[in-house]
């Protein structure tokens, strides 16, 4: 990855896709970007934004001699495109991600042993509301958490080639499990999610002109694409069903003390949920 | 309210009531403003701040003399000193509010003809995470909404002069009755904060490091006062408990989809969700 002629494939080249070739390219200015994209117009929008340096419309011809390929496409089609890009990559290329759930996918690839040798799963806790690659930048990452979720089927030399190529990108890498990954993430990410889609959901459209600043930033990511979010729910099904039934059981707890007025418990609940928040502010001043 | 001589009264010189008088001063450079509080301190902050003229640990000393009292206190002690200060001020007093309940507050103070005649109940939709006089600004309610709920009991002076007054602030008046109100209100605000608080009450601390922004976003209001937010439960108790009820019903749906694999159910249970969210930029927009 020092050398002139790093070569970096990037499969799905939207925002994400689009920030790690810049961020990349920040540090290795002579890195060559080659784009993957069923879409002409995508490849061209993003050889437009200096983004890649070449547009391919089939995975495998932009795998020949690639040092990294980043598969950056919604989690349902992940898989398949990692397992065909280690067939047409070489022996020692790095195979990585930036999808948002782990297990499924880790599992799928691993029925391929040449992709499961190739193959560290990465999901860089950093996007944005907008999309496309007009919108990628090369800081998307900077002091981000990047986890990865190594396997014992890595080849040890991709294994450590995961973590350089991730920190050049200016995350942090932070290794775990897929499971652990998907549990956590069920209950930090997916499933908040769907409580911002279930408070735009209940929203009379006549009441948004009373909408304030807290209901605008508790349904921020409702604006998100349902196609991308469906995905992410069928493949964290299980983890995201728990966190669920923990939501629904909590509600139950909280109606009751309400409706018998129990302010005492209600006001002990809300105060242990501010601490969380506090401590989540801490955390990022630490980070 | 155009005169050299304008008194205002606050009662409770937080952001709200702090912001307020500096979003009156802005337009009416003459006016004498009076901060009530218990705490000495507090009105030591205020008056430096420059937000008030003269500090009163008795809202009855406050209150003879002036043109307009705002009670600008937690919600469950509202009413008390709506009715305090209408046995303390002149007969064409306006006396308003910032509080986020309406229907048990007007009820209240119903019970009592001089004051029902003086109040005219306002929520004024803007706030701030922050918290303290010291943080209020003159500019806080610039092309807010404010709703207004007045009553067939308010004398008609009093009523004009409500609207005249809130729209002086740089607020948009928007006018209800304070059922609708509430009904709205615990829709569009008490429900989605308690759903706030729900997200953060059920995150393991241990994984705040992966929390992105997402998480932020919906959990920022969670942050707030546990004891203001027990007594806007309480005080608008029935339409927060049915709005709880709606939330619960659609969590069991939304359930139901993910573990019978339903994507289609799901992805357009997300799109409706999107939809309502776009629709509040649009509202956003055009306000």
Redesign the interface.
């Known amino acids: 990855m020092t050398d002139d002629d790093f070569r970096l494939t990037i499969v799905g080249v939207g925002l994400l896709g689009g920030s790690v070739a810049k961020a990349i390219r920040r540090g290795h200015p002579h890195v060559h970007v080659r784009g993957v994209s069923r879409r002409p117009s995508t490849l061209e929008r993003a050889l437009d934004a200096g983004v890649i340096d070449q547009g391919f419309e089939h995975l495998a011809d932009a795998c020949v001699d690639s040092d990294v390929v980043v598969i950056a496409t919604p989690v349902d089609r992940l898989a398949g495109y990692v397992i065909q890009a280690a067939n047409h990559s070489p022996a020692e290329c790095l195979i990585t991600d930036v999808g948002s759930t782990k297990a499924g996918i880790v599992d799928d690839v691993g029925d391929d042993a040449n992709a499961a040798a190739k193959f560290v799963a990465a999901h860089p806790?950093?996007?944005?509301e907008k999309t496309g690659v007009e919108n990628a930048t090369d800081d998307l990452f900077d002091g981000k958490?990047i986890?990865l979720t190594p396997t014992a089927a890595n080849r040890p030399a991709v294994r450590e080639k995961a973590d350089q190529f991730w920190r050049a990108t200016g995350g942090r890498c932070?290794e775990m499990t897929p499971e652990e990954h998907d549990d956590?993430?069920a209950?930090?990410?997916h499933?908040?999610?769907?409580?911002?889609?279930?408070?735009?959901?209940?929203?009379?459209?006549e009441?948004?002109?009373?909408?304030?600043?807290?209901?605008?930033?508790?349904?921020?990511?409702?604006?998100?694409d349902?196609?991308m979010?469906?995905a992410i729910?069928?493949q964290n099904?299980s983890a995201?069903?728990d966190?669920?039934?923990?939501?629904?059981d909590?509600?139950?707890v909280?109606?009751q003390w309400?409706?018998t007025?129990d302010?005492a418990e209600?006001?002990?609940?809300?105060?242990?949920?501010?601490a969380?928040?506090?401590?989540?502010?801490e955390?990022d001043a630490g980070?």
């Open positions: 806790i950093a996007g944005s958490v986890i932070l956590r993430l209950a930090i990410s499933v908040p999610h769907l409580m911002s889609s279930l408070v735009a959901k209940l929203t009379d459209p009441s948004l002109p009373l909408a304030g600043s807290g209901w605008r930033d508790i349904t921020r990511v409702a604006a998100g349902p196609e979010w469906t729910c069928q099904r995201v069903l966190q669920l039934r923990r939501c629904a909590e509600l139950k909280l109606h309400i409706e007025r302010d209600l006001c002990r609940w809300l105060a242990d949920a501010q969380v928040r506090w401590r989540s502010d955390s980070g």
